[in-house]
């Protein structure tokens, strides 16, 4: 069976630092990877999607970037966070086609910038 | 205006009660459409497709009404274990699963 891991968890940083998050997936070849944000009573918005290795499509301008290094790897970075950045950042991936009961989410990562 | 609107609640509803949730979506080429759930501080996690005759699954009916860019959600007799966010998610045509969420509408269910 497929699953995705998120980490870390839960993340305390400073406005100014860097951000690594990093998604994978287990039991499945050449995914469709997301990342998306939630804010506090917002709904998801999609911030990266990519269909292969090395193939990143950006749905909102932002200080963020996304990289995929490996198939099933996902990777979301900023080189400097900003208190707007704060939110439950969730990784999902997806068949290729479409299916009709995907996407999956990963358990997720809860950012605090302070 | 957003692309899929939902009234945001919370709805609070004795066990039991019938609850139903609205969702309108702005793209008339939106073509699948789901709801999800999502429990505090949890993933959001795949509750139903919603197909064009309408569906049912158990306790759960999804209607879709595509002239009026209208989906719903009802939940027969609730339980305590339905308490959660309810996600209204409309998918866009094109060549990847690009889905616009709604904000969700929290449903809390007491004894």
């Known amino acids: 069976s497929q699953t995705i891991h998120q980490w870390p968890a839960t993340l305390v940083q400073p406005v100014g630092s860097p951000l690594s998050l990093e998604c994978t997936v287990e039991?499945?070849?050449?995914?469709?990877l997301y990342w998306y944000r939630q804010a506090a009573g917002r709904g998801l918005q999609l911030l990266f999607y990519?269909?292969?290795?090395?193939?990143i499509s950006s749905e909102v301008p932002q200080n963020l970037s996304a990289s995929r290094p490996q198939d099933r790897q996902f990777i979301l970075s900023s080189k400097k966070l900003l208190l707007s950045d704060s939110g439950f950042y969730l990784c999902?991936?997806?068949?290729?086609?479409?299916?009709?009961?995907?996407?999956?989410f990963g358990p997720g990562t809860r950012l605090t910038v302070l | 205006r957003k692309e899929v609107e939902q009234d945001p609640g919370p709805f609070n509803v004795p066990e039991g009660a019938t609850v139903a949730f609205n969702c309108t979506y702005s793209n008339s080429a939106s073509q699948s459409f789901f709801w999800y759930r999502q429990d505090c501080r949890k993933e959001p996690k795949l509750l139903m497709s919603?197909?064009?005759s309408g569906n049912e699954d158990g306790r759960f009916t999804a209607q879709l009404n595509r002239a009026s860019q209208y989906i719903s959600l009802l939940i027969r007799d609730s339980k305590l274990s339905d308490s959660a966010t309810y996600l209204c998610?409309?998918?866009?045509?094109?060549?990847?699963?690009?889905?616009?969420f709604g904000a969700g509408t929290r449903l809390a269910v007491h004894p």
């Open positions: 039991g499945t070849s050449n995914p469709n």
């Open positions: 998610v409309v998918k866009t045509a094109g060549g990847y699963n690009k889905l616009i």
């Open positions: 990519s269909v292969g290795i090395g193939q």
């Open positions: 919603v197909y064009s």
């Open positions: 999902a991936w997806s068949v290729a086609s479409g299916g009709p009961r995907d996407p999956y």
